[in-house]
């Protein structure tokens, strides 16, 4: 009888292990890196997804472009979420590793949002005012039709995509004023913003809550626009950007099947509830 017990027991042992493997073959994980930019708006992709696809695991961290591209580049994840293009000298670092240049997918769109206060009388400036501000040049909201006050302005920190785009874009390539406080996330400039009557900061449109959006003229005598899907489309507002997938090489299987369901009008529909734009 005891060797029959054993047996029984060994058998439900063994049936109980296969099983726990066949789950495990079947559940498979994808892990995205990169933008904080992007970081609610891959959050909310993958909990969509997984939510239909109980054996995909979709695992989701910040820490800005360039650590996505870094962990690209080191392997250490399968995707990378940009809201910049990849440099020539990270194509180049993937090329040597791997052979490829990467995989650019354009997944959304973006309108970089320039916020200020909402007790803060200004409502619209100029590309060139917006980089007078940045470059330390325009330091009192008087001398752009707002109250006698310094301006307190805030920026991203080095290593974020939104950095380098709104230095290339606005900036021109210069560097920013010693005088911009950098801060760790879009989500602390909005804070900070919010909290701070003369403060002026920038980042994705998603984030623009509890603040004012100030509308932003191409010149100084165009007409001034909020970054909406309408004006973004029409290519009138002039700090628009795409927001990016980078994987390293063509994907295949459970990778592909959820970049293709990102790219879907259902995948789009969330670019949209989270406060972006959608491609179409």
Do not use: H
Not at 206 to 226: D, L, M, N
Not at 256 to 266: H, R
């Amino acid at each position: 009888m005891k060797i029959k017990k054993a047996a029984a027991v060994a058998v439900i042992g063994a049936v109980t292990l296969c099983g726990a493997l066949a789950v495990y073959a079947a559940t498979k994980t994808i892990t995205v890196k990169g933008s904080d930019t992007m970081v609610i708006l891959a959050q909310r992709w993958a909990e969509k997804y997984m939510a239909k696809d109980s054996n995909v695991t979709v695992q989701v961290t910040g820490g800005g472009s360039g650590v996505g591209i870094s962990a690209l580049i080191n392997g250490t994840t399968d995707i990378c979420d940009a809201s910049r293009p990849m440099k020539k000298s990270e194509q180049e670092k993937l090329k040597q590793k791997y052979n490829t240049i990467g995989v650019e997918i354009p997944v959304a769109r973006d309108g970089i949002t320039l916020y200020a206060n909402e007790g803060n009388p200004v409502n619209e400036l100029s590309l060139d005012q917006i980089k007078a501000i940045y470059l330390g040049e325009i330091k009192n909201w008087k001398d752009v039709g707002g109250s006698d006050a310094k301006i307190i302005v805030y920026g991203r920190e080095n290593s974020s995509g939104t950095f380098e785009f709104f230095r290339d874009e606005v900036l021109k390539g210069a560097d920013y004023s010693p005088l911009v406080q950098s801060l760790p996330g879009t989500a602390a400039i909005v804070n900070a913003v919010a909290n701070d009557n003369n403060g002026i900061g920038y980042g994705g449109a998603a984030y623009a809550k509890g603040v004012k959006r100030i509308k932003v003229r191409k010149t100084a005598s165009s007409p001034a626009y909020e970054a909406t899907l309408q004006t973004i489309t029409a290519g009138k507002y002039p700090i628009a950007r795409y927001l990016y997938l980078y994987v390293r090489a063509k994907p295949t299987g459970e990778m592909k099947a959820y970049i293709d369901w990102i790219l879907s009008p259902e995948g789009q529909s969330v670019v949209n509830d989270v406060g972006y734009f959608p491609l179409k």
